[in-house]
């Protein structure tokens, strides 16, 4: 029990250190891809690789603790697997990708942290909390469920506002006029965050919160250089638009 939170206190650190390295470099793939980050794959393949931990690791957690399993874990295993399947195995095929290549090294250390995330998840829920059996059914649960639902319909909703752009306008960058997009450039990540605050929420757990830490310290910044990006890009970009909080910043 020790070991894991000191585990843990050491990967939020890092997390934190992250979180301002990341408003200095943004992570080069995307729009903010950038030569010298070493050899490139295909976007697709990486997204996938990089993504395919949170679904197959998570699986392996469970199957092993199968006989311990409550039904709160097997329901917060479904809830996990709703936000991952379509996130590394569907999202990526539907998305027209303007930067067809990534640095191996970004998808590298996107694998490497999804392990490391996916541990902590398993471990703390599966072992390191305890839930009454009647947990489903408390507010707390509730309360979470309600957000991370909600995050999900606005970061899907969002992406898929993109996917179809790129259908009617043709490949490359343009600027997106609905839903959230009149009032974010990153609804997309807003939508992520309030996803993980549920989530954080409905386990009631360290771990949901440690990921939560980790989840604003990579798609804050980058919010935030999107932002920049967009109105470097785009003269006539709207200017009451804000990068991840609505009307704040």
Known sequence: MNTFYILISIWVLIGLITFVYLFFESAPYGRHIKEGWGVEISARLGWIVMESPCV?????????VRDQLQTVHTIFLLIWLTHYVHRTFIYPFLISMTNPKMPISIACSAFFFNI??????AFGIFYFTEYSENWINSPIFLIGLLIFITGMYINIKSDYIIVDMKKNKG???HIPDKFLYKYLSAPNYFGEIIEWIGWAILTWSISGVVFLIWVIAN????AIS????????????????????????
């Open 56 to 64: 197959i690791l998570m699986l392996i957690y469970g199957f092993i």
């Open 116 to 121: 490391v995330n996916v541990s902590i998840q």
């Open 171 to 173: 490949p490359g960058y």
């Open 219 to 222: 798609l804050f910044p980058r």
């Open 226 to 249: 999107h932002h920049r990006w967009y109105k470097s890009k785009f003269e006539d970009y709207p200017k009451t638009r804000k990068a991840i909080i609505p009307g704040i910043i």
